[in-house]
């Protein structure tokens, strides 16, 4: 496949958005060595890619966009993209930081969700929402397309379904691991349940957890189970 045609201020952007996601993991792991933070390293053009995602979004006129993911890259993602500060990230790595307080949450740091008016560099603004996933498991997939389904609804979107847009990430095991991954691209068509179209973005990790590719499935792409709608 040819190289897409990139301008100057495009690669300036992809530029920007790996060093700041990038130097966001530095400063953590000198800082906070002893913490959990589930980081992106390795993964680090996630967050370019999302950039892209919601810029195209917003020039097609999307209002919101609803995502959802695990544990790993959530602190970089809360910070670069859905622009929660940094005084507010860090603040929840201090050990006098309560997570029961009044703005507590009452969980931890990389469990949460945030909600944010994101403007981008084209000068549009796009609602963005993460929802919350205090598991390991992907059953976050699924809320977040009835929400994205509930906003489509309030939009009065019923029909085209193109005001609200879901993401789900995904690590590679994941995807092909987890049968409710596969419950959910099987109602993805169904008139109950479909919400116009998914992103699924898959970060892949190489390992699940403890277990490599070729023990982990039978297939030989994680995403081959999308096959069964096409």
């Not at 053009?45 to 695990?70: F, H, N, Q, R, Y």
């Not at 847009?165 to 995904?170: D, E, G, Q």
């Not at 403890?210 to 039978?218: F, V």
């Amino acid at each position: 496949n040819a190289s897409p045609s990139l301008s100057r201020d495009d690669k300036f952007a992809i530029f920007d958005g790996l060093l700041k996601s990038e130097t966001f993991e530095r400063f953590l792991a000198k800082r906070y060595p002893g913490d959990k933070r589930f980081s992106l390293e390795g993964g680090e053009a996630l967050i370019p890619l999302i950039d892209k995602i919601l810029e195209t979004a917003a020039d097609l006129s999307v209002k919101d966009v609803v995502i959802g993911m695990p544990h790993r890259g959530r602190l970089n993602v809360l910070n670069t993209i859905m622009g929660k500060s940094y005084e507010q990230i860090f603040t929840e790595f201090e050990e006098s930081f309560e997570a029961s307080f009044a703005d507590g949450g009452g969980d931890v740091k990389y469990h949460r969700g945030f909600s944010s008016q994101r403007t981008l560099r084209t000068g549009k603004s796009i609602q963005l929402a993460l929802a919350s996933n205090p598991s390991h498991l992907e059953s976050v997939g699924a809320v977040v397309l009835g929400r994205a389904r509930a906003k489509q609804r309030l939009n009065n979107d019923i029909v085209e379904r193109r005001s609200v847009v879901p993401i789900l990430i995904h690590g590679d095991a994941a995807v092909i691991g987890q049968g409710v991954v596969a419950e959910t691209l099987n109602m993805s068509q169904l008139e109950g349940y479909r919400v116009g179209g998914t992103l699924h973005l898959v970060v892949n990790n190489l390992i699940g957890f403890t277990t490599l590719p070729e023990d982990g499935r039978s297939n030989y792409y994680c995403t081959d189970m999308a096959m069964m709608i096409d």
